[in-house]
């Protein structure tokens, strides 16, 4: 079929399933779905999530979304606290975004399954590492593990060509600081580039403080093609 990025090709209705050399089915991605959201080339949008309300995101295509800038991301839950628990984002593709694609900031509770990130320049699933200290991104004052997020399940998740230009990547799924609850469960990582460990999976360092652990339960996930590793830890 037609080639697109970094060898992925295009699946026609009908076609014979590409197999790797140990005979198992190349998996095959649908990237379409009904309800589309879309920026424009070189002038990307960005979704963020604040509500108190309860919100459900499901079967959106969103594409040309995310910028290189703080809090600018294709899907993002922005410090939601309790007010996200119980909530799914289902069945969403987020393609050629200029960011991460699904970032989960302090907003506890919430469950990702079946979404897919497509071409992708930072890690695709990720939130922000450390409560911030610096004036310009905003203080967050008290226990360090406030600044985390909890309670978060990613089950049956895809990375697709996640690939920063002369970036330094750690992982696609960056598996990030959390207390208790965090689940990556069935996930795909495939065509993964970048410098730095440029792994499928990344666990970061522990927090200085000894406050902020890194804890995941982290069963039958699986990453094929990444410039360095399935999977790292620091």
């Not at 959106?60 to 909530?87: K, N, Q, T």
């Not at 089950?155 to 230009?165: E, G, L, N, Q, S």
């Not at 993964?192 to 666990?203: L, P």
Request: proline share 5%; aromatic share 10%; net charge neutral.
């Amino acid at each position: 079929g037609e080639s697109t990025a970094q060898g992925f090709r295009r699946y026609s209705q009908g076609a014979a399933l590409r197999t790797m050399p140990n005979g198992d089915r190349l998996p095959t991605l649908n990237l379409t779905r009904g309800i589309k959201m879309r920026g424009d080339p070189g002038h990307n949008g960005h979704y963020r999530n604040v509500s108190t309300a309860e919100s459900h995101l499901e079967y959106c295509e969103i594409s040309h979304f995310g910028v290189d800038a703080l809090g600018r991301y294709p899907v993002h839950h922005h410090m939601r606290m309790e007010a996200s628990r119980g909530e799914t984002v289902r069945g969403v593709v987020v393609k050629h975004s200029g960011a991460h694609a699904f970032v989960p900031h302090m907003s506890d509770g919430l469950t990702f399954v079946d979404c897919v990130a497509y071409d992708i320049e930072k890690e695709a699933y990720w939130y922000d590492p450390v409560r911030r200290t610096d004036p310009g991104a905003g203080n967050i004052i008290g226990n360090p593990a406030e600044a985390i997020t909890n309670d978060l399940k990613l089950i049956r998740c895809v990375v697709a060509f996640d690939h920063p230009t002369a970036r330094f990547i750690h992982g696609a799924f960056r598996l990030g600081r959390t207390m208790h609850g965090n689940v990556v469960d069935s996930c795909l990582a495939v065509g993964i580039g970048g410098g730095g460990t440029a792994a499928g999976y990344h666990w970061p360092e522990g927090d200085s403080t000894g406050e902020i652990p890194s804890f995941w339960e982290f069963t039958n996930n699986v990453s094929l093609a990444c410039r360095k590793y399935g999977w790292s830890g620091w």
